[in-house]
């Protein structure tokens, strides 16, 4: 199976800071088509997760352009430039290359 | 709009068997595929399968011995079955769309003995 190993970030988090989060697959995610099947996730409390980011850096319907996803084939960046109240939760990366699909153990945003 | 909602029995004993439907509205499920989901609490997202606008299915290795995911188009329902319930299957189960772009808002089953 693919892992998924994501970073932590340093909370709390100034309102208003821009802030990166990592993730690194064991293998690469780049398919031969060209596109690399990397998602991520906002889960905020109490909630179903929410897709942010498709295709590694391609932003899903609705999603504020505060978020851009950028990376490799096996290493990922999710920036928030501006964090805001609404932003926290756990975010996730994904992998959609093989089954089965795995996820990052998550990456916890706080605001101070 | 597109909508997903799971329906679960909320708790089961150990070693029993659990369903859980999820009932969709928005999409056709013959052309689009349902994956299922789970949170154990307080952990991650552990992805379970997906059957697909086909009818085809692939499930985690994990899970496969234990795992049946089927349809039913006329009523656009999902099924998830898991059988030899234990106690670390205690989670909230997730139906999501294909794409993963819609999910429903889960339903929490408890495994206990």
């Known amino acids: 199976d693919i892992v998924m190993t994501q970073g932590a970030l340093p909370n709390p988090v100034p309102s208003g800071e821009s802030v990166s989060i990592t993730c690194r697959s064991s293998k690469s995610l780049l398919y031969s088509d060209g596109k690399t099947y990397l998602n991520w996730y906002l889960q905020r409390p109490g909630q179903s997760p929410q897709l942010l980011i498709y295709?590694?850096?391609t932003r899903a319907s609705g999603v504020s352009d505060r978020f851009s996803g950028s990376g490799s084939g096996t290493d990922f960046t999710l920036k928030i430039s501006g964090v805001e109240a609404e932003d926290v939760g756990v975010y996730y990366c994904q992998q959609g290359l093989e089954f089965p699909f795995t996820f990052g153990s998550g990456t916890k945003l706080e605001i101070k | 709009q597109v909508q997903m909602k799971e329906t679960g029995p909320g708790l089961v004993q150990t070693t029993q068997t659990l369903s859980v439907t999820c009932t969709v509205s928005g999409f056709s499920l013959t052309s689009y595929g349902v994956h299922w989901v789970r949170q154990a609490p307080g952990k991650g997202l552990e992805w379970m399968g997906i059957i697909w606008g086909d009818g085809s299915t692939n499930y985690n290795s994990a899970l496969k011995s234990r795992l049946s995911i089927s349809r039913d188009t006329s009523k656009s329902q999902v099924f998830l079955t898991m059988n030899s319930l234990q106690t670390d299957d205690t989670a909230v189960y997730y139906c999501a769309e294909r794409d993963f772009d819609f999910w429903g808002p889960g339903t929490m089953v408890t495994v206990s003995s």
């Open positions: 295709w590694m850096s």
